[in-house]
Every structure is written in structure tokens, then in C-alpha cells.
T-cell receptor, first 114, second 113 residues
Framework: KAGVTQTPRYLIKTRGQQVTLSCSPI?????VSWYQQTPGQGLQFLFE???????NKGNFPGRFSGRQFSNSRSEMNVSTLELGDSALYLC?????????????FGNGTRLTVT | SQQGEEDPQALSIQEGENATMNCSYK?????LQWYRQNSGRGLVHLIL?????REKHSGRLRVTLDTSKKSSSLLITASRAADTASYFC?????????????FGQGTRLTINP
């Protein structure tokens, strides 16, 4: 079974631009979560989608948005990029709607904002 | 704010020794999970322990949970160079009415050959 796939692997953008990151979950997994990882803040929860609906949202500004498609693939978008948005963005999928099932992570997208 | 706090932040030991990492949390939980992350990669799930369990084993890994002290520990026995990674605990709890998995800051483990 293929793992969680995130594209692109690396991305360099300038301030003010917008970016879209993509995540393909493990086949059969209906929940997709997104996390931002930085050296200073660690792993911060962005949002979770389940069956195309946003179930949970972290404490991020409205510039961060996401969506999930009928095939469970997910995208997240960041508009008006700021230097502080430079981070590793991790996507994770799981089969069930309960956190008693573990998260399966992709290798992330490394975003650098200059 | 982070729910889990790992201790120590960094740990360096010799190959073959045992490594112990601790995690403390603040609110009641449904379960606690441990993950490993190799540099620049995604996290890999290691073990999940439910709130009504006290100890769990998986290969060279042993996890304990003390809900009265709101703490957990991860023991890696007979460490190997390949165990070099960051280790995170994550707690499953209800925050502001929503169920969330919240990660600690992690322990960076280095195994010296």
C-alpha cells in the first residue's frame, strides 16, 4: 500500500505570493490532517478534514485554508505569504474518525518564503 | 500551547545503552501516542497507549502511562545508531469542544557508535 504522498517536496516563494500544497492519503483513509512544523513552535495543528468536511481547526489566521476532495485527497492554501510561514508542512491521514487510530504522515513540503 | 512536554529536550547515549524519554501533559486524555521523526522527514507512529492502560511493549520499545501524574515514558532498550531521531509524544484530548491530537516539542535522541 502506498504511503501518504505530499507534493511538492520543496517550494520557494516570495512574500505576498500564495501557495497550494497537495496531499494524497493512504488508500481507504478518509481523514486528513495538516500540521506546520517550525524549530521555534514545534508541531502546530492546522486543520483536519473528514469526508470533505473540515472537522477541526487550529489557531491559524484565515490566510491558511484547506479542502478535501471526494477521493480524500487534500490541498492546503496559504495566501499573502509572510516570512514566518517558512516551515515544514506535514500531512497525515488515518482510517477512522477516532484518534484511537494512529496518524500516518507524509514526508512533508518544505516551504521557504523569502 | 503545547499539551505535552518532553524531557529531556536532547539526549546523547552510547550504542547499546537504554534511552528513556518522558512526557508530561496537562489535561485528561483518551490516549497518548509516541512518534519518531528522522531529520527532515515525516513522523512515524510507534505506539499508542490508552488512558486505561499502564504499560505497553512493542519490540525494543516500552511505554508507561501514569494518569495520576499525567505523565508517560518511552524506553528504548539496546539502542542502535538507527534510533537516532526526534521522539514526540502526542495526546488525544478535547480542546475547546473539539477532539485534537496535540504534539509536544520532542526529545532529540543521538546514539553514538
Amino acid at each position: 500500500k502506498a504511503g501518504v504522498t505530499q507534493t511538492p517536496r520543496y517550494l520557494i516563494k516570495t512574500r505576498g505570493q500564495q501557495v497550494t500544497l497537495s496531499c494524497s492519503p493512504i488508500s481507504g483513509h478518509r481523514s486528513v490532517s495538516w500540521y506546520q512544523q517550525t524549530p521555534g513552535q514545534g508541531l502546530q495543528f492546522l486543520f483536519e478534514y473528514f469526508s470533505e468536511t473540515q472537522r477541526n481547526k487550529g489557531n491559524f489566521p484565515g490566510r491558511f485554508s484547506g479542502r478535501q476532495f471526494s477521493n480524500s485527497r487534500s490541498e492546503m492554501n496559504v495566501s499573502t505569504l509572510e516570512l514566518g510561514d517558512s516551515a515544514l508542512y506535514l500531512c497525515a491521514s488515518r482510517m477512522a474518525s477516532s484518534y484511537n487510530s494512529p496518524l500516518h504522515f507524509g514526508n512533508g513540503t518544505r516551504l521557504t518564503v523569502t | 500551547s503545547q499539551q505535552g512536554e518532553e524531557d529531556p529536550q536532547a539526549l546523547s547515549i552510547q550504542e547499546g545503552e537504554n534511552a528513556t524519554m518522558n512526557c508530561s501533559y496537562k489535561t485528561s486524555i483518551n490516549n497518548l501516542q509516541w512518534y519518531r521523526q528522522n531529520s527532515g522527514r515525516g513522523l512515524v507512529h510507534l505506539i499508542l497507549i490508552r488512558s486505561n492502560e499502564r504499560e505497553k511493549h512493542s519490540g525494543r520499545l516500552r511505554v508507561t502511562l501514569d494518569t495520576s501524574k499525567k505523565s508517560s515514558s518511552l524506553l528504548i532498550t539496546a539502542s542502535r545508531a538507527a534510533d537516532t531521531a526526534s521522539y514526540f509524544c502526542a495526546t488525544d484530548n478535547i480542546i475547546q469542544g473539539a477532539q485534537k491530537l496535540v504534539f509536544g516539542q520532542g526529545t532529540r535522541l543521538t546514539i553514538n557508535p
